[in-house]
Every structure is written in structure tokens, then in C-alpha cells.
């Protein structure tokens, strides 16, 4: 069901969910197969596009300014009062509106009796406010499993009666919620056809280290905290005063927490953050503050005998120490309160706004399903068959470059040899779940339209059974929940590449209609980039069968990091929104960004190059004075066409390890000499440096 941060360990995502002009809600009435259709729909792409470009500036001196230029004016984030603008949040709402359709439609038809329930689950949070005086006593009597929360008990809350760990790990048990220290099975890395149990830090409700420990992002500490605060008082009954002092103390145990998580500007890779050890030896790591064997005994609901991975070991050694000097009733209150934050909904006074808060609380839990009844109802066969003819190219095209003397001389036969093999192994699937047994999934649940809290009760009593009954199972294919709904994806356990369902609607990115170089420029160089992945800092740690293992020579390894140390500091002398930009070890993105557009590009001019010139009539767009390669490169700039409310433009430099949508474009782009030619830059010019940076 919903998902846990360890399983993120090894999935690289093409963006985070950071507009383009889509198709209005009645999307579906375009798809006619005429001439008119059709030459309407390639004039309004060419308007798209022109609409977007400031054509005074200079390619050659910011082509990211040349391509999206108007954007930020038609799509300005303040204005539309969201986060962030951009093509992928416009694919997420198209794939939105269509839920919302599904989700409020009476049931019908396409309607299995799984999605029946997941049905329900929206109507319940719909009518969360006829829970009205019951929801508080709701919330008390989970609590009451467990024990009690001081801030409600006062002094009559005895100290001596708490045991932490105990609490957790029962918490982990009953409902998979893990309080503190985290614990769940997932696939072994070095053997992914079995499973395993992962120890290590609790999911982190602002996520990343930065966002607690970095002066800049101060403003989201002070706002989550008030929310703390505002879930005492409505959830809980809790007095104002008595509420802003709890939750000071329940933020500053958390920030405490984080100081232990990983700093991902470090570049560590798995090998550098994963330990695999008996119960036994993590146990005397950490006695008598930490009782692992209790906490997996408890929280697995029997012995483990089975080696299990240590996750990060510096958030244990630092838990260690806060542990000691944290007051016991702080350590309860917060226990509790992230147990019941996970029943926690406020309803919103605007019914199409608490609709979207819904389907986004429906997404969280059950966003295989949704993608699954996607595609039931909107599987468009075009679609379907442009990726996988994309797939088949761009797959093709990079088993020449391996297979050259030449262009990656850098490595080694013998590894290129290995990498070839990898290549060839790696697969695409649109992440449909056409395959998955929903019946036998939802065998347990009962969900009604009634009550929200026990739908998420439910939920979370079958997500933790599922979990633990995992640990005696075959491996299953990965899940990252709606992760996996919105963009593509690299699951390097799997060496498979999942393309989101979302990516099937037709006209935003893909049309048949569309000149072969937007969608090279566009589609593939997503493709592109996940392909790339799997040879970047942490896919080249993966083999060809999806286990983590090195498989490259030492010279070859010793290039490739000579080389990424390129990109660090081409990527670290950028400024953005007058913040200087962190030079991080860690290029994935920036290697998959300048990889994945080379691959495409060269795939497009391999495909121009090999038609009869009466069959490139359709490679230009109406009214626009651009080559088809020009056209190419536009249509990739368009990609990361974006802008950010300026709230959260600190928080995206601080959290985000992708580069700001601006620097992904014309970082690339200024490394790649077709791209100069295309646009006739000189040699020196801002898009055209003298020092490029290439692995791939």
C-alpha cells in the first residue's frame, strides 16, 4: 500500500514533483484521425511552443531564456497559486482530472470489486466532517492500544510505565508505522529474487536532512511545527498553550533525529550505506539503549535467524545519544503523535479543493490501483506502441556507442563488454499492474464510505501483515507507490525501466501527428534518461541482473570518476535565484540529464538521416523557422520549462537533487558540440564553452 522511504534506495526518478498548455478536460474528443484534426492539432503544437519562447534572446547566450522565456509569465506559480509549474505537474493533473471522473462516477462496468473499495475510500474522506466529535475519540482509542500520550494524561502519566521501543515496534506490528526507528522488508540488493528485513531511520515528514538542519529552510520548521501544534488542538483537545509547547519540544526531538540522516550532497552510493549483519551483531552495536532483537522480534512477530541490512549507521549511532538526553514523556508524546498523524485529515471548507486532498490521500494508499484503473479505461495503443518503438531505438543506438572503440574509450573492453550485457538485459514496461491479483490483495479489507479512520485502520493493519508475510516470500516486482504514477523511473534492482500511465495520454508530450523531432527531443530524452541511470554513480553499482555488485574494472571506474568530477564543478558555479547551488558529489541526474539527451539526439539524426526526403515533410512545424534539429532541441528545453513560487525556491536548492529546471538545459546543451552547430554558436559563447563536460 503506501510506501516507506528505505525502498527509495534504489529507484532513480527523472524528476522530483516539481504547465505546459494541455488539452482541456474533454481531452478525448480530440483524438480523430482527419486531415483537418490533424493539421490543427500540429498548428496548435507549433503555437505551444512558440507561445512559450522569448525568440529576442540569444540561443547562444542562455537557451533556456530562447526556449521558455514567456513561461514563467503564462504559467506563473504565484499566480495559480500552486508550487511549482511545469510539463509534469501538467500531466499530473490531466491524469488527475481523470481520476477525479473515475472516483466520482457511479459505479459501473469497468468497475472491479477492488476498485469499488478504493471508491469508498475517497467517499470516506469526502465525509470526514460527519465524523465530527467521534474523529477526536477515534484518535484517543488508537492511542489506547498502545499505552498513553503524557500531553493528554497530565501528571498522572507515570515515566516508569513507558517503555519506547516496546511502543514502536507493537506500532510496527499492528499497523507498519515505525516511530523513531524504521523497520521494513524489501528486496535483497545483492540477491533480488528473495527478500529481506532493513533496519534503519524513520520516515521523515520534511524528508531530507537539510530541511532541518539548514538555515534557509527555517520557514518550513516553523510551519510544520504550527501544524504539530493545530493537530493537537483539533485532533486531540489539547489547551493552545499546552499544544505550542508540546509541539516546540516534539520539533526539536525531531530535528534532533535528523541530524543522523544522510547528507545525499556526500554522493554516497548503497555499498558506503548499507551493512548486511546478523540481528545479533546490530543488537550489540547499540545495547543497552537500543534492543534490536527486541525491536525485530516484536515488530516481525518472530525470531529472526536471517542476516539483515543496517541502513544508515549514523542515524543509529545518533539516536543512540538523543535517546540518553531526550525526556521520556517528550519521547512518548512524540510516538504518539506520529501514529495518529497518520489518521490526521483536515477537511477544507472548498469542495473541489477537499475532492483533490482526497484523491491525493487515495493516491497515497492505493496508487497502483488508480494507475491500474487508468489504463483499463484510457489504455491508448499509440502510446503504448511509440514508447516501446522509442525504447527499441534509443536501446539500439547506445549498443553502437558501448560497442565503439571510440566513444567511450574511457573503459575498458572488458567492462564495456559487462555494460553491453546490462544493456541488452534491461527492459521497459508501462507500470500498469496489469499483472498484479488485486483480489487476493484486498482479501482482508471491508472498506466502507462511511468512516475514514477505520479505512485508513484497515489499510494500514493489511499493509503491515503484507510486509511481514513478505520476509517467507518470493520477491515481488518494486513498488514505490504514486512515485511511480507521474514520472519514469529506473528501478536498478529490477534493471527495468516503468514509464507512469500518465505518459499514455496523448497531445501533451506525444502525438502521432507531432514532427518526429519533438518527440525525440521530448519522450525519448526522458527514456534516455532513465537509460542512462543504470550507468551513473549508483546504477554502475548493479549488474545486469538487478544485484548490487561492482562489476567495473579499476581503471575504468578511476575515469568515470575523474570525469564526473566535471560535472560537480560545472553544476556548482550556478546561481540560481541568487542562491549559489551546492557542489555535490553526487551527478546522477546531471549524467542521466547530458546522457540521455546525447542518446536521444543521436537516435533522431540516426532515424532523419535514414529517410527519403519526401518523408520528412512532417519534421517542421507550421509557421516556425526552425530545422527539424533545431526543433529537437527546443522540444527538450521545453521540458524543463518551469517556475517556482518564490516561497519554495530556497527549499528546492536545498532538498531537490535535480538542477533547477533552467541549469538541466543549459548544462546539458552547452556540453554537446551538435547543439552549437545547429545554432551556429561561437566557440567561447555562454551555450558553447571552450571546457565540455561527457562520460556518456
Known amino acids: 500500500m503506501a510506501n516507506n522511504a528505505m525502498q527509495l534506495l534504489y529507484i532513480c526518478i527523472t524528476l522530483s514533483a516539481f504547465a505546459w498548455a494541455a488539452p482541456s478536460a474533454n481531452e478525448d474528443d480530440l483524438n480523430q484521425d482527419t486531415p483537418y484534426m490533424k493539421e490543427l492539432l500540429r498548428q496548435a503544437k507549433a503555437a505551444e511552443i512558440e507561445s512559450f519562447m522569448d525568440q529576442k534572446a540569444d540561443p547562444c547566450g542562455d537557451f533556456y531564456t530562447f526556449s521558455c522565456g514567456n513561461y514563467e509569465r503564462i504559467n506563473s506559480a504565484m499566480s495559480m497559486q500552486v508550487v511549482t509549474t511545469g510539463v509534469f505537474e501538467t500531466l499530473t493533473n490531466g491524469l488527475n482530472r481523470k481520476i477525479l471522473k473515475m472516483l466520482n462516477t457511479a459505479h459501473d462496468t469497468h468497475d472491479s470489486p477492488e476498485d469499488i473499495q478504493v471508491k469508498h475510500f475517497y467517499e470516506s474522506c469526502l465525509r470526514i466532517r460527519e465524523l465530527n466529535s467521534t474523529y477526536n475519540q477515534k484518535l484517543r482509542s488508537l492511542i489506547a492500544e498502545f499505552g498513553t500520550m503524557p500531553v493528554l494524561k497530565g501528571s498522572s502519566w507515570k515515566e516508569e510505565d513507558f517503555d519506547w521501543l516496546g511502543t514502536t515496534a507493537r506500532m510496527a506490528h499492528r ?31 520534511l524528508e531530507a536532512r537539510s530541511m532541518y538542519v539548514d538555515n534557509a529552510t527555517a520557514i518550513y520548521r516553523q510551519k510544520y511545527r504550527f501544524n504539530i501544534q493545530r493537530t493537537l488542538q483539533r485532533s486531540l483537545g489539547v489547551k493552545m498553550e499546552l499544544a505550542k509547547k508540546t509541539a516546540r519540544e516534539l520539533m526539536d526531538f525531531e530535528v534532533d533525529l535528523a541530524h543522523g540522516l544522510v547528507d545525499e550532497s556526500e554522493g554516497l552510493d548503497l555499498s558506503e550505506m548499507t551493512e548486511l549483519l546478523t540481528v545479533g551483531e546490530v543488537h550489540r552495536r547499540y545495547f543497552p539503549t537500543l534492543d534490536i532483537n527486541r525491536l525485530i522480534s516484536i515488530s516481525m512477530g518472530e525470531t529472526i535467524t536471517d542476516q539483515i541490512y543496517e541502513y544508515n549507521k549514523r542515524y543509529q549511532e545518533n ?9 521520556k514523556r517528550t ?6 503523535f506520529r501514529l495518529i498523524w497518520e489518521f490526521v485529515e483536515t477537511p477544507s471548507d472548498k469542495p473541489e479543493k477537499q475532492k483533490q486532498a482526497c484523491v491525493d490521500l487515495t493516491k497515497k494508499f492505493f496508487a497502483k490501483n488508480l494507475d491500474n484503473m ?33 566513444a567511450l574509450d574511457w573503459i575498458e573492453p572488458a567492462t564495456r563488454k559487462l555494460a553491453i550485457d546490462k544493456l541488452e538485459a534491461m527492459t521497459l514496461e508501462v507500470n ?5 491479483n488485486f483480489t487476493e490483495e484486498f482479501a482482508d479489507l471491508n472498506l466502507q464510505s462511511s468512516d475514514y479512520v477505520e479505512n485508513v485502520r484497515q489499510t494500514s493493519l493489511l499493509g503491515a501483515k503484507q510486509m511481514r508475510e513478505m520476509l517467507h516470500q518470493p520477491a515481488k516486482p518494486f513498488e514505490a507507490g504514486s512515485q511511480l504514477s507521474y514520472t519514469p523511473a529506473n528501478i536498478l534492482i529490477e534493471n527495468t525501466i516503468k514509464v507512469p500511465v ?9 502525438s502521432d501527428v507531432y514532427p518526429n523531432a519533438v518527440m525525440f527531443g521530448t519522450l525519448a530524452s526522458l527514456i534516455g534518461h532513465e537509460l542512462i541511470h ?9 549488474d545486469a541482473k538487478g544485484n548490487s555488485n561492482d562489476w567495473w574494472d579499476e581503471r575504468s571506474s578511476g575515469n568515470f570518476l575523474e570525469r564526473r568530477e566535471c560535472f560537480t564543478k560545472q553544476y556548482g558555479r550556478y546561481v540560481y535565484d541568487g542562491i549559489q547551488l551546492k557542489e555535490s558529489t553526487s551527478q546522477s541526474e546531471n549524467i542521466a540529464d547530458n546522457g540521455g539527451m546525447r542518446l536521444a539526439y543521436t537516435a533522431y539524426r540516426k532515424w532523419f538521416d535514414s529517410q527519403m526526403p519526401g518523408n520528412l515533410a512532417k519534421e517542421t512545424l507550421p509557421n516556425m523557422p526552425y530545422s527539424a534539429k533545431q526543433l529537437f532541441f527546443i522540444s527538450f528545453a521545453q521540458i524543463w520549462c518551469n517556475d517556482a513560487h518564490p516561497s519554495v525556491k530556497a527549499l528546492q536548492v536545498s532538498t531537490d537533487q535535480h538542477m533547477p529546471g533552467k541549469f538541466r538545459v543549459i548544462g546539458s546543451l552547452s556540453n554537446f558540440d551538435e547543439f552549437s552547430k545547429e545554432f551556429n554558436c561561437k566557440a567561447g559563447s555562454a551555450m558553447n564553452p571552450s571546457e565540455k563536460c561527457l562520460l556518456y
Open 175 to 205: 499497523y507498519g508505522i515505525t516511530p523513531v526507528i524504521g523497520m521494513e522488508v524489501n528486496k535483497d540488493l545483492a540477491s533480488n529474487q528473495r527478500n529481506r528485513i532493513y533496519l534503519g531511520q524513520q520516515d521523515f515528514p
Open 319 to 327: 539516536l543512540v545519544e538523543v535517546i540518553k538526553r531526550t525526556p
Open 331 to 336: 519521547i512518548a508524546n512524540y510516538i504518539f
Open 374 to 406: 487508468f489504463y483499463r479505461r484510457y489504455n491508448n495503443e499509440k502510446s503504448s506502441r511509440e514508447i516501446d518503438n522509442m525504447w527499441r531505438q534509443l536501446k539500439a543506438t547506445f549498443n553502437e556507442t558501448l560497442r565503439s572503440s571510440s
Open 432 to 436: 500498469n499492474y496489469a499483472e498484479d
Open 502 to 510: 500518465a505518459l499514455l495520454q496523448p497531445f501533451y508530450i506525444w
Open 534 to 542: 543504470g550507468f551513473d554513480d549508483s546504477g554502475r553499482k548493479f
